[in-house]
Each structure stands twice: as structure tokens, then as C-alpha cells.
């Protein structure tokens, strides 16, 4: 009996194992001294860091990524963004199909429900499709920003690097940037943050609306709707991109740190990239050390919540915050099912989305407090780059590179926690659901 729980782990624990295989792999790889631009290798913390930032995805740095790492600690980084990008939505999908496997028919298809994720039959066809997806939205956005570049007087080859290097850490939210202040050069640019926001958007809507949209589109089914949560997705993705840009345009319109000094098209443009990148994209066209405390806040919250599920971005997801709102709604009003676009949401995935956004609010806590203990800046800093590791985001106000040794342990273990976390979490959740086979008497404590 006892080997029964670590047998349910097994498949999570795979991909927990493969990933930090990946962070191992990329610090060897980047403490070769041909990955520095410098003579001799780069610090073990430095590989170390940058290896686990590229892989989670968060696109975080303690060195500069433009000047410290040469065009091979470059192309380590670009890869390992990818493998961290596409990497989490693959091992999910086969977790789904190990998951499956192990269920019985009922539970299989009451997860599949609960979960918005595809069947098992389905895993191989739709991981070809989006993979030629994502062949195609990288390509062409990285032919976007290459003839960009181009124009902008850069000689071929580095118009050609920063256009491939840039589409795939967009897509893949990942936040890496070949500029010392990221975008902020660029902030009158409409084409580049206009192609870098098409990438972080297709990017955050995750493997099971993409499995979707391809399906129909293969299968040219026009009847049937979405699934509800395709269209969770799609609607809290639409609401929060609205919410994220009117609020940063509303706190930072007069910011002369910010937004002030530019034109009305150019703060229309920046106040929608920064509404954008917190989705977990973790690129900066303006200077996050001069925000406004507002809209910092925000930006934690977009950074908690994060974008859709099975997707190259972190956070608690767009449904689980929609779940979590729909059932408070329902219960304010004293309804005993919760309900929405014609569907009934199961109790399972009320306790999913619990438990994820108490288990990632606790870690965001307890981070914050330790680096308000353990360094030597204060609660919004630290929150802010807390909630920028844990969600996988990147953003900074421009601390990373000062934080002490324990500071960058914390940041580590947060961005590991925040990639794996939920896929981990949730796949344990579904393994350990089990029918009680005896009920205690019912009794409600008094409650608020």
C-alpha cells in the first residue's frame, strides 16, 4: 500500500526529472568558455541562473544578456527557450495520456472534461499540428522583424539573429532580449512591438485551444462549439488584455517616467505592450523602476494569473482564475451548482483551482518574505520579483543582477516551482481522486 502514492507520482516526477536534466545540460553548456563574449568561462551562479531562467521560460538575468553571452551563449539560451516553451506542453500532453491510461473510462472522461485537455488517441496528430503552429508563427514573425531590422540599417546576418532570436522567445513568453534595455529603444516602434505582441498572445492561449482551432480547422467543422474551456480561454485572455491596458494607460499617462513624455500614438502603443508582456511575455518598452506603485500592482496581478493552460506562460492560468470567479459569484448568490455558457461546472475543478491558486498565493508570500528578510530591498521590489519568478514572467524593476546569493537561490527555486508547478500539481490532483467508501455526518463550521 505504501508504494501505491509514489506510483501515482511516477509520470509527474518524469517530467520534473527531464526538466531539471535540461537546466543541467544548459549550465555546461553556457560554462563553456565559447558562451561568453569575455575571456575564460562564466561563473557557475551566472550559467546556472541564466540555464534555469532560459528553461522556465521567465527570461530573468543576473548578467546581461546582450553584452556577457556571445552568439553561441546565444543560440544555448534560444534553445533552451524552446525546449522550455514547447517542452512543458509536450510532457503535459503525455502526462494527459499516462493520466488516461491509468483511469477508468468514467474518471478518463470526466478529467478530459474538467481539465479542457485532448484525448489520448489525439496526442500525436495534435503535437505534429502545433508544432508545425509554431513553425509557422515564429517563421513568421521572425521574417517580420528580420526585414525590420533590416530597415533600421543592421547588416543581414544580425537583422536575420535578432528576428529568429526574438519570435521564438515571444512565443515561447520567454523574455530574453538582445538589447541591454530590452525594447525600450524601440518604443516608438509599432511594427516590432506589434509582431512581438501577435507572438506573446498565440503563444499564451496554450495546446488545448490550439488542438481545437486545428481540429476544426482539419476536420472543417463549423457546427459544433468550442469546448468551454476554449472559450474561457478566449474570453479571459480578451478581458484581462483590456483590464492590463486600460489600467497601465490610466496610471501611466502623465508618468514622465514612463509614458508622459510621449505622443498619444506612442502611449496607445506602450501602455498596450506593457498590458501584453506581463501575461508571462516578460518584454519592457518603458523603464519598470520609474512605474508608479499602481502600476506595479497590476502587473503583479496580470503576472499572478498569467495566460491560458498548457501553454508556453506561468501563472495560475486565465481559467483558473475564471473558475475561482464564477464559483464566488455563485456562491454569493446562493447557488448550489455552479454554472456558465450553458454548462455545469464539476465540483473537481472548483477543488483544482483552488488548491493551485492557494498553493501559488502561499509561495509568493513566503518568497516575498524571505527576500524582504534576506536582502536588502523592500516589500514591493521584492513582491514584484516574486510574483515575476513564480509566474514565469521576467519582468524586473532592476534588481536581479544586485540580489546576493540568496537572494538569486530563492529566484531559482521559485521559477522551477512556477513552470512545473501547476502541470505537477494538477496531475496528482486528478491521479488521487477517489470515492470515499463511508460518509462522516455532516456538520458546517461557521465560515467568514
Known sequence: MSSRPLARLRPAQSVALAFLAFIAGGTLLLMLPISTSAPGPAAIGDAFFTATSAVTVTGLSVVDTASYWSGFGEAVILVLCQLGGLGVMTFTAILVLIISGRLGLRRRQAAQAEQGLIAPGEVRSILIGVAILTAIIESLVALVLFLRFLSLGEGFGRALWYGVFHSVTAFNNAGFALFQDNFMSFSDDWVI????????????????????????????????????????????????????????????????????????????????????????????????????????????????????????????????????????????????EVQLLGRRLPGAAIRVALAVTVVF??????????????????????????????STTGLS????????????????????????????????????????SYHYPEERPIVG
Open 361 to 390: 498565493t502561499s509561495l509568493i508570500a513566503l518568497g516575498t518574505l524571505l527576500m524582504v528578510s534576506l536582502t536588502e530591498f523592500g516589500l514591493e521590489q521584492s513582491l514584484f520579483e516574486v510574483t515575476s519568478a513564480l
Open 397 to 436: 524593476t532592476g534588481i536581479t543582477s544586485s540580489l546576493p546569493v540568496a537572494g538569486d537561490a530563492i529566484l531559482i527555486v521559485l521559477m522551477i516551482l512556477g513552470r512545473l508547478g501547476p502541470q505537477v500539481l494538477g496531475a496528482s490532483l486528478v491521479l488521487r481522486e477517489r470515492s470515499a
Open 193 to 336: 512591438l506589434g509582431a512581438l505582441s501577435v507572438a506573446i498572445i498565440a503563444g499564451g492561449l496554450g495546446l488545448p485551444v490550439w488542438s481545437e482551432i486545428i481540429r476544426r480547422r482539419r476536420t472543417h467543422d463549423r457546427v459544433h462549439r468550442f469546448s468551454l474551456h476554449t472559450r474561457l480561454t478566449l474570453i479571459g485572455t480578451a478581458v484581462l488584455l483590456v483590464l492590463g491596458i486600460g489600467l497601465v494607460l490610466l496610471f501611466e499617462w502623465g508618468n514622465p517616467g514612463t509614458l508622459g513624455p510621449m505622443g498619444v500614438g506612442d502611449k496607445i502603443l506602450n501602455g498596450g505592450f506593457q498590458g501584453i508582456s506581463p501575461r508571462t511575455a516578460g518584454f519592457n518598452s518603458v523603464d519598470y523602476a520609474q512605474m508608479k506603485p499602481e502600476s506595479l500592482m497590476i502587473t503583479d496581478f496580470l503576472m499572478f494569473i498569467g495566460a491560458g493552460s498548457v501553454s508556453t506562460s506561468g501563472g495560475i492560468k486565465v481559467t483558473t482564475m475564471l473558475v475561482l470567479a464564477i464559483a464566488t459569484i455563485a456562491s454569493l448568490r446562493g447557488d448550489r
